[in-house]
């Protein structure tokens, strides 16, 4: 099990030079982090091990408290998640001081690992197969590196251990509950890239990832026997039009430049070979980048539904249930990152600007509609790897090069002291 470390474990000549400078984010961050590397690690094994699922994650909580307990935090929790929130009040901050807030998610996902690690999932069915386990580590260092300096800190850092970001919308839940009042002046999280370049930091201003929502389509026509079609309102023929017609549906209505996806992932209809069912049902995705396209994608499958289920005599209702918004990163706030993951590069690329956003979805989303601030990914492809071939999130045989993981909370915590003692330059 993990062990605990005191501010002592920290060597001291570090702790001396963890005071705040453009040089400290040369080597002293990463060198810090490094010499946590041993309780890190252990920590993410440990959650690893034992992964949950949802807005409640008691035993992964538990964990953190545990590895935290003997540090200077005050905590809070609320009623709809396990989630809490860790404060460190610096011994230098007064009322109007600066206010950062740092996030790691905490919950795995619904499947079963198929890796060999010693630490492999002991629950059948579910698995750490986004990175979450590290993402709380790396925060749980990031609050450790920082409390050893808490005589030197002249403004207020929030730790967000947040459950629920695999589609169970945990931040907003955190938000509704009020514990992350009052407001940050800036927030800012990492999420790990395992098929991306050993130690590489990469980011983007503006859209990062995309607003992730998902639909029902339920074509009603009147089953009968399948010799007999004229006598029937066959909903199959319908169904399949309108996978058609919501393919074309978004190529000619918005411009080929804007990323908008609308993906049937699934269709059900129909019990046996020679029965014309009631019903088809198709299910599927919506990724969009901006507010107004996501409000215009929702009205025009619904009416391209609709309208094309008529035209083959039947009829067809659509029921769309939001996801996550658009995960926005402030461009001062992307700024700052860079300047702090160059700083950590240690012989590393460092920094990569990525191209264009990713139509995956985050819920740290819901932090940045508030709180100007920005997500970066982590690259934790093994070094010397072709990182390019590695599993990606959400395989079953996904890996991680643990000893990228103190880079990231070296990233953490450049962020959280570039910010309070420079602000967004």
């Not at 619904?110 to 925060?139: Q, W, Y």
């Not at 411009?255 to 209809?269: E, H």
């Not at 070979?273 to 019903?279: A, H, K, L, R, S």
């Not at 240690?346 to 819920?363: K, N, Q």
Request: proline content about 6%; aromatic content about 4%; glycine content about 8%.
């Amino acid at each position: 099990m993990l062990c605990r470390t005191d501010r002592k474990s920290i060597p001291s000549g570090i702790r001396a030079r963890l005071r705040y400078s453009d040089a400290m984010l040369t080597d002293t961050l990463l060198e810090t982090a490094r010499a946590l590397a041993p309780e890190i690690i252990a920590l993410r094994r440990a959650i690893h091990a034992e992964p949950e699922l949802g807005l409640h994650t008691p035993m992964t909580m538990a964990k953190v408290r545990e590895a935290l307990a003997d540090l200077p935090l005050e905590w809070r929790s609320g009623p709809s998640t396990t989630g809490a929130v860790a404060t460190l009040k610096g011994a230098k901050a007064s009322g109007d001081s600066p206010r950062v807030l740092l996030r790691g998610d905490m919950d795995a996902l619904p499947m079963d690992e198929k890796t060999d690690l010693d630490f492999a999932s002991t629950i059948p069915g579910r698995m750490h197969a986004c990175g979450h386990d590290t993402h709380t580590a790396m925060l749980a260092g990031a609050a450790r590196m920082l409390a050893a300096q808490q005589e030197n800190l002249a403004g207020t850092v929030d730790f967000m251990f947040q459950p629920g970001e695999e589609g169970h919308h945990g931040a907003r839940f955190m938000l509704e509950d009020g514990l992350i009042d009052p407001l940050p002046d800036a927030a800012f999280a990492l999420h790990i890239m395992p098929n991306a370049k050993f130690g590489v930091i990469a980011g983007r201003a503006g859209p990062l990832m995309a607003a992730a929502d998902h639909f029902t389509i339920t074509v009603n026509g009147r089953g009968g026997h399948a010799s007999m079609p004229h006598d029937c309102a066959d909903p199959v023929p319908a169904a399949a039009a309108i996978i058609g017609a919501v393919q074309a549906m978004v190529t000619r209505r918005f411009n080929a430049a804007s990323a908008v996806v609308v993906t049937v992932t699934r269709i059900a209809a129909g019990t046996t070979f020679n029965v014309i069912p009631d019903d088809a049902v198709l299910q599927g995705t919506i990724r969009t980048l901006s507010a107004e396209h996501r409000e215009k994608v929702h009205a025009l499958i619904t009416q391209t539904a609709a309208d094309t289920a008529r035209a083959h005599g039947v009829e067809a209702t659509c029921d769309i249930v939001p996801g996550f918004p658009v995960t926005v990163c402030d461009e001062r706030a992307v700024t700052l990152g860079e300047k702090v993951a160059r700083g950590i590069a240690d012989g590393t690329e460092g920094w990569h600007d990525l191209p264009a956003p990713i139509m995956g979805a985050e819920d740290f989303s819901y932090i940045l509609e508030k709180v100007p601030g920005a997500m970066f990914f982590l690259g934790v492809a093994p070094e010397g790897d072709n990182w390019s071939q590695c599993c990606a999130i959400h395989s079953p045989r996904m890996h991680v090069d643990e000893s990228a993981l103190p880079r990231g909370a070296a990233m953490l915590v450049g962020c959280a002291l570039e910010f309070i003692e420079n602000g967004f330059a």
